[in-house]
């Protein structure tokens, strides 16, 4: 069974760094879609980062130039190393993973509702 485990949340300054990390078990992870969402209370789950079987990435505007996302295929592992911190990326980070890839919405990418999720991750940002 495939699982994910997040950690490296926290709560930080705003303009400081943080790198969280999701460990994977149960598939060879260089074969999936990996993943970054996050959570606010009150608002929408919002994916900010995946990268898929080729190892292209892609970033929500929200944090496209201050996140960074990357894999280490041996230790089944990811990264999400977030700088420039700022009190509105206050959320629970979640990394989810997915084996499919397609045309979704006119665009060709990772399925957009991956399947299988870790638990969360707080992050909290203040002033």
């Known amino acids: 069974q495939l699982q994910l485990v997040e950690s490296g949340g926290g709560s930080v300054q705003s303009g400081r760094s943080l790198t969280l990390t999701c460990v994977g078990s149960?598939?060879?992870?260089?074969?999936?879609?990996m993943y970054w969402f996050r959570q606010a209370p009150g608002k929408e789950r919002e994916e900010i980062a995946v990268i898929d079987l080729d190892g292209d990435k892609s970033y929500g505007d929200s944090v496209k130039g201050r996140f960074a996302l990357s894999r280490e295929n041996a230790k089944n592992t990811v990264y999400l190393q977030m700088d420039s911190l700022k009190p509105e990326d206050t959320a629970t980070y979640y990394c989810?993973?997915?084996?499919?890839?397609?045309?979704?919405?006119?665009?060709?990418?990772?399925?957009?509702?991956?399947?299988?999720w870790g638990q969360g991750t707080q992050v909290t940002v203040s002033e």
């Open positions: 149960g598939w060879d992870y260089g074969t999936v879609c």
């Open positions: 989810a993973a997915d084996f499919q890839w397609g045309q979704y919405h006119g665009e060709w990418r990772c399925n957009p509702a991956p399947a299988f």
